[in-house]
């Protein structure tokens, strides 16, 4: 599955510098999705089991991996350096909702107001369980973001579906492997923490293959308006949100050029 040859011949090829530096339509409304997908899977759906044909599993891994598929339109869109972006923002963001979730907790309830029970069970998150989703986010997006623009790279732009399911099995697997043991080890057994983060890996990348049709169509859409495709050669892969700036040890830029899907 590739992009449509029109699209693709209609986009102006362009490095992962230019593309940090250029002003696109739509990028700030999908970093506002992206952002508040990741608060609300965390906010509302951490806190309850569900459960399914005899499956037992977390409600907010119906709805966190949506924020995996914006990650990977971002980049695919956006480039390296825009995402990277989006992912300090959501971080700052989850920073912030940890912090706020733990004061309103913490204030004293009015006389007559019974719902405090309740409120800690649904925002009172521990502090590791606030600490390994940070750092699982933190680490599993950054590694989506550079997989997928490496394997872009890689692949001269085609093969989507290919780059959007390999760089989740990848972000994923780096998220579990943090949030999993941080937050429950020594809570669950050794076996109970490997299990469930196994089958909670492999059902965000089982959402991330069901959702590569929807993958497709939003990143075309986005593609066929902004009227580039942004390749990130020429460009530093730190994390650092301020190294926009050319790699010297990447080689030469990209001259703007008709792209194949």
């Not at 966190?64 to 971080?91: H, Q």
């Not at 590569?212 to 009227?227: C, D, I, M, S």
């Not at 530093?236 to 030469?252: E, I, L, N």
Request: proline content about 4%.
């Amino acid at each position: 599955m590739n992009a449509p040859a029109d699209t693709a011949s209609s986009l102006s090829r362009i490095d992962g510098l230019a593309g940090a530096r250029r002003h696109y339509r739509y990028f700030d409304y999908v970093m506002a999705g992206f952002v508040a997908i990741l608060l609300l899977s965390n906010l509302i759906g951490a806190s309850k089991l569900a459960s399914w044909q005899g499956v037992t599993f977390g409600a907010g891994i119906l709805f966190f991996p949506v924020s995996y598929v914006i990650g990977d339109v971002l980049t695919e869109v956006y480039g390296y350096a825009n995402a990277r972006r989006c992912v300090w923002a959501g971080f700052i963001a989850l920073i912030f909702m940890a912090f706020m979730s733990f004061i309103v907790v913490a204030m004293p309830p009015a006389d007559g107001w019974n719902g405090q029970a309740a409120y800690e069970m649904v925002f009172g998150s521990t502090w590791r369980i606030v600490l390994a989703s940070l750092i699982g986010f933190w680490a599993g997006e950054f590694v989506n973001s550079f997989v997928l623009a490496r394997m872009k790279l890689l692949t001269a732009g085609r093969h989507l579906w290919l780059r959007t399911i390999g760089s989740t099995v990848f972000g994923q697997a780096v998220d579990s492997a943090f949030f999993y043991p941080i937050a429950f080890l020594g809570i669950w057994t050794h076996e109970q923490v490997l299990t469930v983060m196994v089958t909670n890996w492999g059902m965000k990348v089982l959402w991330e293959a069901v959702l590569t049709p929807v993958t497709y169509a939003v990143v075309g859409w986005l593609k066929a308006r902004e009227g580039v495709e942004v390749f990130d050669e020429n460009l530093d892969f730190s994390p650092s949100p301020r190294r926009d700036r050319p790699d010297r040890s990447a080689g030469r830029r990209i001259e703007p050029a008709p792209v194949n899907g």
